[in-house]
């Protein structure tokens, strides 16, 4: 693309410069002719860093680099936590006066965005255009790697992390604390030599590392859930649960088993099944001595000792010690039969039924049992 501009002759008339054709030479340019116009050479010289991929403004923090001042001003935000623009309504601050455009819509309800094709509304662009491509199949985003498609770049970007080798954590050598990413432990850093406190929830007291954390921290308070699922539109508190559950859209599985090669979705599924292998159970019964590998087994098996029945059957008011039980129970009153035989008609309502162990069970008429 060539870039050429005409200039007014008058004092104070504004300048007006626009992309005429074929990448060659500066000169004057008619405004009769087709492209884009622009005021100042200072708007077109930003519009061309487009074209050039030039980035001459460079965080100081991460190294990140921008093509405009204005633009990395806003991204120095992330590492500052400065948020400018208060909400009038529920006084939630935001980094740029479009985030807050957006959220107002949270209070007014306003989805300006219709799908053309089934009527869903949408409060942002960008999520009408994800949501369209649920109608068109378009997958524009394709890994580099192994050349799989998906339909929003989060996604591929999620999923370019399955070819990488996990990074060794960064460690603050003051409190031994790991991070993945080299800006959040030098802001933890800074945090250190400042010596500042660590900002207090008002409502039950719990302290956190940043005011970022307390913010994600407080929604489970208030119930707030602003960050929504491109596909789905599922709504969650915070960026890390929304992107843990797009790798159910995604298949994305980005922690594997250093013994096993088994791969997992969050880094905490990791570290569980990491106990198979290691034997290691932390969670010790105080009762009996049992041990377990994971706290909510030791929760349920506590309950053998207590006699707590917590999840209750809203048909008959009979009660059972896990929500797993419960299922099984309902369906005697639902009659839902889940499990076919591959032999013969009959359908069952547990998976544990003799009756699909083996043809000997059409000769006794095995049933499922009743809970």
Same mark, same amino acid.
């Given at each position: 693309?060539?870039?050429?501009?005409? /200039?007014?002759?008058?004092?104070?008339?504004?300048?007006?410069?626009?992309?005429?054709?074929?990448?060659?030479?500066?000169?004057?340019?008619?405004?009769?002719?087709?492209?884009?116009?622009?005021?100042?050479?200072?708007?077109?010289?930003?519009?061309?860093?487009?074209?050039?991929?030039?980035?001459?403004?460079?965080?100081?923090?991460?190294?990140?680099?921008?093509?405009?001042?204005? /633009?990395?001003?806003?991204?120095?935000?992330?590492?500052?936590?400065?948020?400018?623009?208060?909400?009038?309504?529920?006084?939630?601050?935001?980094?740029?006066?479009?985030?807050?455009?957006?959220?107002?819509?949270?209070?007014?309800?306003?989805?300006?965005?219709?799908?053309?094709?089934?009527?869903?509304?949408?409060?942002?662009?960008?999520?009408?255009?994800?949501?369209?491509?649920?109608?068109?199949?378009?997958?524009?985003?394709?890994?580099?790697?192994?050349?799989?498609?998906?339909?929003?770049?989060?996604?591929?970007?999620?999923?370019?992390?399955?070819?990488?080798?996990?990074?060794?954590?960064?460690?603050?050598?003051?409190?031994?604390?790991?991070? /993945?990413?080299?800006?959040?432990?030098?802001?933890?850093?800074?945090?250190?030599?400042?010596?500042?406190?660590?900002?207090?929830?008002?409502?039950?007291?719990?302290?956190?590392?940043?005011?970022?954390?307390?913010?994600?921290?407080?929604?489970?308070?208030?119930?707030?859930?602003?960050?929504?699922?491109?596909?789905?539109?599922?709504?969650?508190?915070?960026?890390?649960?929304?992107?843990?559950?797009?790798?159910?859209?995604?298949?994305?599985?980005?922690?594997?088993?250093?013994?096993?090669?088994?791969?997992?979705?969050?880094?905490?599924?990791?570290?569980?099944?990491?106990?198979?292998?290691?034997?290691?159970?932390?969670?010790?019964?105080?009762?009996?001595?049992?041990?377990?590998?994971?706290?909510?087994?030791?929760?349920?098996?506590?309950?053998?000792?207590?006699?707590?029945?917590?999840?209750?059957?809203?048909?008959?008011?009979?009660?059972?010690?896990?929500?797993?039980?419960?299922?099984?129970?309902?369906?005697?009153?639902?009659?839902?039969?889940?499990?076919?035989?591959?032999?013969?008609?009959?359908?069952?309502?547990?998976?544990?039924?003799?009756?699909?162990?083996?043809?000997?069970?059409?000769?006794?008429?095995?049933?499922?049992?009743?809970?």
């Amino acid at each position: 693309t060539v870039f050429r501009g005409q /200039t007014g002759t008058k004092r104070g008339e504004k300048w007006r410069w626009q992309i005429l054709g074929t990448l060659g030479h500066w000169g004057r340019g008619s405004e009769t002719q087709r492209g884009l116009t622009f005021r100042f050479p200072s708007e077109l010289e930003i519009h061309r860093r487009a074209h050039t991929g030039e980035r001459p403004y460079e965080c100081g923090v991460c190294r990140k680099r921008f093509a405009t001042h204005s /633009t990395l001003t806003v991204h120095g935000r992330t590492h500052t936590g400065e948020r400018p623009f208060p909400c009038p309504l529920c006084a939630k601050r935001f980094p740029t006066s479009s985030k807050l455009a957006v959220h107002r819509r949270v209070h007014t309800g306003e989805r300006p965005y219709p799908c053309g094709t089934c009527g869903k509304r949408f409060t942002i662009s960008s999520h009408l255009r994800v949501h369209e491509r649920t109608h068109t199949g378009e997958r524009p985003f394709a890994c580099a790697t192994c050349g799989k498609r998906f339909n929003t770049s989060s996604h591929r970007t999620a999923h370019q992390r399955t070819h990488r080798a996990p990074a060794a954590p960064l460690r603050c050598e003051l409190c031994r604390k790991t991070f /993945t990413a080299a800006g959040r432990l030098l802001r933890h850093q800074r945090a250190h030599a400042e010596g500042r406190a660590r900002p207090v929830c008002p409502t039950c007291g719990k302290s956190f590392a940043s005011a970022g954390r307390l913010r994600a921290h407080q929604r489970s308070h208030t119930g707030e859930r602003p960050y929504p699922c491109s596909v789905c539109q599922k709504r969650f508190g915070s960026p890390g649960k929304l992107s843990v559950h797009q790798r159910t859209h995604t298949g994305e599985r980005p922690y594997p088993c250093g013994v096993c090669g088994r791969r997992f979705g969050r880094s905490d599924k990791l570290a569980l099944h990491r106990r198979t292998h290691s034997r290691e159970r932390p969670y010790g019964c105080q009762v009996c001595g049992k041990r377990f590998s994971r706290s909510d087994a030791l929760a349920v098996h506590a309950r053998t000792h207590t006699g707590e029945r917590p999840c209750g059957c809203g048909v008959c008011g009979r009660r059972f010690g896990t929500p797993g039980v419960l299922l099984l129970h309902r369906r005697t009153h639902t009659g839902e039969r889940p499990y076919p035989c591959a032999t013969c008609p009959k359908r069952f309502r547990f998976s544990t039924s003799s009756h699909l162990r083996g043809p000997p069970a059409h000769a006794h008429g095995a049933t499922g049992r009743t809970l």
